[in-house]
């Protein structure tokens, strides 16, 4: 069988197709090969990256004086309420009264034996105004008489730049941070 001009044309084309396409993919994976691992350039924009970034937190990873003001300062909060809310219950004058503790141990409010609170915060965690405080039996904040005040009661937690203040509404007794 004799092949005609034509169909020896178009078999050439194919082979040459053929060809010029293996040789591509033999070209797409020798470029694939060598391509492993990050550039120089990538690396040293990643560690100039993670050093920024530890320059920046790791400090506060170590300065626990920030989370322990607001710790203190959460309690102390929590321990005025709580008194406000005894006095209303127990309808009678009761004492919040705040001391720092010699050892590092957290706020224990609690009720003494005469039905008031106690509450003892760390040493670490400076106490700055007014460390006692009255309310009387219809939540008021009030001297040690009971008579109701006519001023709010404030108290500030822990040392700058951490300090957190705390105010108590004299009209309703109401404990909040501004």
Known sequence: MRLS???I???KQRMEFFSEA???LRLLGSRMKHQRG???VELIVTMVIIGILAVAALPRFFDNDAFQARGAADQVKAALRYGQKVAIAQ????SVILTNLTSSSDCGAMLDGSGNVDCKISNKVALAGTTT???NALGQLSDSAG????SNGTISVGASPNTTAITIVAETGYVYVP
């Open 5 to 7: 001009a034509e169909h």
């Open 9 to 11: 044309a178009t078999t």
């Open 22 to 24: 293996r040789a591509g």
């Open 38 to 40: 990050f550039t120089l």
């Open 91 to 94: 309808h009678k004058p009761v």
């Open 133 to 135: 405080f009255w309310f």
């Open 147 to 150: 008579v109701a005040l006519t």
